[in-house]
Nanobody, 124 residues
Framework: QVRLVESGGGLAQFGDSLTLSCVASGDTFSDYGVGWFRQAPGKEREFLTTVSFGRGVPYYSDSVKGRFTVSRDNAKNTVDLQIHSLKLEDTAIYYC?????????????????WGQGTQVTVSM
């Protein structure tokens, strides 16, 4: 069973960049598609990006395309999410998740394994 732990969140400044990491335990991590989602207070969970198994082909939601970058390193069992030009509305809890759908998915319901989340707070 794969387990996921996110890190890298915290207080960040408007306009800065931030890198979140998702570290997996389990030796089959490379077989999973991995997604990043976020949930802001009072809002529904939002899909951000997903990366396929293996080489990790990324797919982004239109809302973050060009400002977020996802990358995976199967040797290190990590999937990183870089956020550039932080905005106040990026404040949220960020979650990584793994799915047996190898190409990943935009749908949260397709993900079987979730991390505990990491809080990102953006201030002026």
């Amino acid at each position: 069973q794969v387990r996921l732990v996110e890190s890298g969140g915290g207080l960040a400044q408007f306009g800065d960049s931030l890198t979140l990491s998702c570290v997996a335990s389990g030796d089959t991590f490379s077989d999973y598609g991995v997604g990043w989602f976020r949930q802001a207070p009072g809002k529904e969970r939002e899909f951000l990006t997903t990366v396929s198994f293996g080489r990790g082909v990324p797919y982004y939601s239109d809302s973050v395309k060009g400002r977020f970058t996802v990358s995976r390193d199967n040797a290190k069992n990590t999937v990183d999410l870089q956020i550039h030009s932080l905005k106040l509305e990026d404040t949220a809890i960020y979650y990584c998740a793994a799915t047996s759908l190898r190409l990943g998915s935009e749908e949260a319901s397709e993900y079987e394994i979730w991390g505990q989340g990491t809080q990102v707070t953006v201030s002026m």
